[in-house]
């Protein structure tokens, strides 16, 4: 049996509300820790990449400020 078979006899709105509806209530916390999950990997991810880049930053002026100098 098929799902198309099942819903063969159902009105539309059950196919298209109501099933969706109860994904969502069933699935929903699932789905938004998932959201969550990505958001705050994506955020840790940004944060990394401006440190990073902060640091290369802070290095090179920090080496070409040495550099122009003799004394060290």
Same mark, same amino acid.
């Given at each position: 049996m098929a799902v198309?078979?099942?819903f063969?006899?159902?009105p539309w709105w !059950?196919?298209?509300v109501a099933v969706p509806v109860i994904a969502l209530i069933v699935f929903?916390?699932?789905i938004l820790n998932l959201v969550g999950f990505v958001i705050g990997l994506l955020?840790?991810?940004l944060?990394? !990449?401006a440190l990073v880049g902060g640091l290369v930053?802070?290095?090179r002026k920090f080496m070409s400020s040495s550099s122009s100098r003799s004394d060290w």
């Open positions: 198309r078979e099942i063969a006899g159902m !059950v196919k298209w929903g916390g699932l955020f840790k991810v944060v990394f !990449v930053y802070v290095v």
